[in-house]
């Protein structure tokens, strides 16, 4: 299924407009050729041609300009004010305001409130009435046959201009309303659907990684075994160069473990720790401790006490991410303030690398939304972005006046705070 995007809406409004001004060209020839002969009323068909003359032209000009680019609210505003004053031409030579086709001009009223803003639509009904009040009091009478010969009185005329009036305004008032809700409700589906497609995007990655933690298994475990057999070897044991090579590979294997073991836990394949209990201050240190580049980070815990919470991997992992993305940045140094508010942790994190560019700001969370030029990147915020949406919170990014970024984690208290244990 195809999604149409703004521009094609405008160029189908347009050509609907076209069409519906050759169905009003088709129709006036009609009433005025049918009114003129069939009825034997002497019309003035010379200026009243040439007023429907200049809606034929108007369409005409329109044809090349609809198939380059869609119109603006000021090219259809002005295509509207074109109907309106040939109609008003028309209307003023055949009878002004006792013409019953004089109602005709709710439709350029009704077409403005869909196609135009609430600005332009108000400016139109205010035209559309005073032409109205203007044509009760100037035009030229209509020589009707005896037989269809009336009067109105002028009580009579100004009720039908105050019915039209109050009927237009009410039209622009509720229709412009209904179109506000109809794209307010379209933008919110086309972010679901971007929503969905970046879910989709994740649950495929999460596979992917998934399948490539289970490979990394197997010959990790092997590493780990032969690292171990090298550090019990006499001839390793005896050279403290190689037994402290060997530990740092140790070490290493370990932390690849580590990193594929949360893999799994993210992925709900392992089931073999549960949930921890801890404190808000001491998972953040743990966090930091655990990052290899760990003597970059100043933490500044500002809140008044220490919140006990049920460490969330995934949300580690998120900060690792935001930590790791400031120093591809070029940062050297890392300020994460913590601190409360609304209902919500807020963990700030300012560095002086060198900022987002101007043009990856707006698109920050989006997959791929990077300046590196390499495979792969670009993931990090995005992967934080999702698991902070997944716990409630959101993620914001901006450059700092003094140099650097600052990338804002929010999440709510309730999605990590332990629950009361005598609830």
């Not at 006792?98 to 403005?112: D, H, M």
């Not at 490539?212 to 780990?224: D, F, I, R």
């Amino acid at each position: 299924m195809t999604t149409a995007t703004p521009e094609d809406a405008a160029r189908r409004n347009l050509l609907l407009l076209v069409q519906l001004r050759w169905l009003a060209v088709l129709g006036q020839l009609t009433t005025i050729l049918g009114v003129h002969l069939a009825f034997g009323v002497r019309l003035p068909l010379v200026p009243m041609l040439a007023t429907v003359g200049v809606l034929v032209a108007l369409n005409l000009a329109m044809y090349p300009a609809r198939a380059l680019r869609p119109a603006t609210n000021g090219q259809v505003m002005a295509g509207l004010l074109v109907d309106v004053m040939c109609l008003t031409v028309l209307l003023y030579l055949s009878g002004g305001a006792t013409n019953p086709f004089v109602s005709l001009y709710l439709l350029q009223v009704v077409l403005g409130a869909v196609l135009l803003d609430t600005a332009s639509s108000w400016a139109l009904v205010f035209l559309t009435s005073a032409a109205f009040a203007f044509l009760s009091v100037v035009h030229r009478p209509l020589p009707l046959p005896p037989m269809l010969a009336t009067s109105l009185s002028g009580a009579f005329l100004f009720a039908l201009w105050f019915n039209y009036t109050l009927t237009a305004t009410l039209i622009v008032q509720f229709v412009t309303r209904i179109a506000r809700n109809l794209r307010d409700r379209d933008a919110r589906l086309a972010e679901l659907r971007q929503r969905a497609a970046e879910e989709d995007h994740i649950v495929r990655m999460g596979l992917l990684a998934s399948g490539a933690a289970h490979e990394l298994g197997t010959p990790l475990a092997s590493l780990s075994v032969a690292l171990g057999d090298w550090r019990a070897d006499a001839r390793i044991a005896r050279d403290p160069q190689l037994l402290a090579e060997v530990a740092d590979m140790q070490a290493e294997v370990a932390r690849c473990k580590a990193i594929v073991a949360g893999i799994l836990f993210a992925a709900g394949e392992v089931s073999g720790e549960a949930p921890a209990r801890t404190s808000l201050r001491r998972f953040l240190t743990g966090v930091i401790e655990q990052w290899p580049r760990n003597d970059q980070v100043i933490l500044d815990y500002r809140l008044p006490g220490d919140l006990p919470i049920v460490a969330d991997r995934a949300l580690g992992q998120s900060i690792v991410n935001v930590l790791d993305n400031a120093v591809e940045a070029g940062a050297a140094r890392i300020h994460l303030v913590v601190n409360e508010a609304d209902g919500a942790l807020r963990l700030s994190f300012r560095d002086d690398g060198r900022g987002f560019p101007a043009d990856i700001l707006p698109r920050i969370g989006n997959p791929y939304n990077s300046s590196k030029g390499r495979q792969g990147a670009g993931l990090g915020l995005f992967l934080a972005h999702n698991v902070l949406r997944t716990l409630g919170g959101t993620l914001a990014a901006s450059n700092r006046e003094t140099g650097g970024a600052e990338v804002v984690l929010r999440v709510p208290v309730s999605a990590l705070a332990l629950e009361d244990e005598g609830e």
